[in-house]
């Protein structure tokens, strides 16, 4: 009764426990030990689970060095290791970083491999094949291990902590991550500008994955760049620009365009770059601010100013300019006859009367290179020798002259005007006064010194008439005198005129007395 037989199966281990303390590992086979008291206690564990998960694993490990060697594969991970476990050649598990663990000894054959991830992340392809080769829900049971997925259509940058690891291509990718530290960044290849934080390092830095992913662009800083995506225009780059572009599905080409001494853009490349709406223009691609257009109509021209100097005349039609590094604005040249009014222009004639006068004037441009050489704004210029030409005029002359003469005031303005404008590249085509407005009290004045004119004028013509008169009685006088005839038949004129007004006559004495006795003359 003092001996207790203790047998365990040949897929068996067990752990021999006195009160509850340690005491041996029993192999397979049949063990005897005094027990008198029944203190000790056995627990097995079955080979088929290799893993050794117990209380006493660590006090194994530090105070039984020689029984773990004996039983046991000792798994001892740094802080940056990863393991994985085999058995019997088939990966069965993946170990995290400072892991510590016991593994018996049995009849499974196991393979323990190694892996510092603090330099290379990357899973190698024959252990990626094994990888492939397991179910997801075994994987999922290997936490350490993570599966990013790229469409076909897609690129993907993988950060550690946010630092740059890699570009994962198309595919499915898989990582040790036992801490949950990588990142990834996807970029769909259809936007093919790569615009990240990571532009210059990777120039820099990874030359070779630069030649292998991108297509890199790089302008000196009088050059502009065209990109075309299957042959269609769709950006333009600015000078100085460093880009780098994804490579991909997308057929990419690149232009260089030297803008150092000719900045106009070919007539052909117009309509790629921008589109007329009204009377401005529409960027038809990425970058087009940097695209000056204009839009000359029918009877016009442009002044195309760059940097504040003239440069060239343009004709009508439509015209598109590389503005980097330059300043350009346009005038606009109406090249048909136009009208500028001179309105309400106070002037003092000779005598000091004040007179209000609107002038209107016909011109044409006929050198715009000329006109705009000489004066920023012509118009204004016309205007302003209008207006001296109209106080020349008005100024040196009376109101009287000026009333007895209105077209001398055209006459001197005219003249003014031609000689200014000579050599200017301007043709002034006529010029008239509008109107002249008298002040109030002027107007009553010249109205009663009218009037008065035209009452003189009408006494002198009455006087006039009555002394024709006068002098046409006189003369039938002398006629009647010298022939008696003549005196009769104004008698019988007379008559008649007396018989008109009245209705009915009373004849005494015959038709002889009417003739004879009624109308006497002498």
Not at 255 to 260: G, K, L, Q, W
Not at 304 to 309: D, Q, R
Not at 502 to 521: M, N, T
Request: charged letters at 30%; a negative charge.
């Amino acid at each position: 009764m003092f001996v207790r037989k203790l047998r365990l199966k040949k897929d068996e281990r067990a752990l021999l426990l006195k009160d509850g303390d340690f005491v041996e590992i029993l192999g397979p086979g049949e063990h005897a030990r005094f027990d008198p008291l029944f203190r000790l206690e056995l627990e097995k564990f079955s080979m088929e689970k290799t893993r050794f998960a117990h209380r006493l694993e660590n006090y194994l490990v530090r105070v039984e060095p020689e029984i773990v060697e004996r039983e046991f594969h000792l798994v001892d991970l740094g802080p940056t290791e990863i393991g994985l476990r085999y058995e019997d050649g088939v990966l069965v598990e993946a170990l995290a970083p400072s892991t510590h663990r016991l593994y018996w000894k049995g009849y499974v054959d196991q393979r323990f491999e190694r892996y510092d991830i603090s330099t290379q992340a990357a899973i190698a392809p024959e252990l990626l094949a094994q990888l492939d080769a397991l179910t997801d829900e075994k994987r999922k049971t290997m936490m350490i291990i993570r599966k990013f997925c790229v469409n076909k259509d897609e690129r993907a940058l993988l950060f550690d902590r946010g630092d740059f690891v890699a570009i994962l291509g198309p595919g499915e990718h898989i990582r040790f991550d036992p801490f949950r530290r990588l990142e990834l960044q996807k970029f769909a290849l259809a936007e093919t500008r790569f615009d990240h934080r990571l532009d210059d390092w990777l120039l820099k830095v990874e030359p070779e994955l630069v030649a292998r992913e991108f297509h890199f662009v790089e302008l000196g800083a009088t050059e502009v760049g065209l990109v075309y995506e299957d042959g269609v225009l769709v950006a333009v780059l600015a000078p100085n620009t460093r880009q780098l572009y994804w490579k991909g599905y997308i057929d990419l080409r690149f232009e260089r365009i030297d803008i150092s001494t000719d900045f106009a853009i070919d007539a052909k490349l117009v309509p790629q770059l921008i589109a007329c709406t009204g009377p401005g223009f529409k960027s038809l691609v990425t970058g087009g601010d940097g695209v000056f257009g204009v839009q000359v109509p029918a009877f016009h021209v442009v002044a195309l100013y760059v940097n504040g100097k003239l440069h060239d005349v343009l004709e009508a039609g439509a015209y598109a300019f590389w503005a980097f590094g330059r300043d350009l604005r346009v005038d606009f040249v109406d090249l048909r006859l136009q009208v500028i009014e001179v309105t309400g222009q106070e002037i003092l004639t000779k005598d000091k009367v004040p007179l209000r006068v609107n002038l209107n004037a016909g011109y044409r441009v006929t050198d715009v290179a000329t006109a705009f050489a000489k004066q920023a704004k012509p118009a204004d210029f016309l205007y302003r020798e209008l207006q001296f030409g109209l106080r020349a005029a008005v100024g040196t002359r009376t109101l009287d002259e000026l009333l007895e003469n209105k077209g001398v005031i055209d006459q001197v303005v005219a003249d003014h005007i031609s000689r200014r404008v000579q050599g200017f590249g301007i043709e002034v085509d006529s010029v008239g006064v509008k109107d002249i407005i008298l002040p109030g009290d002027m107007k009553m004045i010249l109205a009663r010194v009218v009037e008065a004119d035209k009452i003189a004028l009408a006494n002198v013509i009455r006087r006039r008439e009555e002394t024709a008169a006068t002098r046409s009685l006189l003369n039938t006088a002398r006629v009647m005198e010298d022939n008696p005839t003549a005196l009769r038949l104004k008698e019988l004129e007379t008559l008649e005129k007396v018989t008109e007004k009245i209705d009915r006559i009373s004849v005494f004495g015959g038709l002889d007395a009417v003739l004879k006795d009624l109308v006497k003359l002498r």
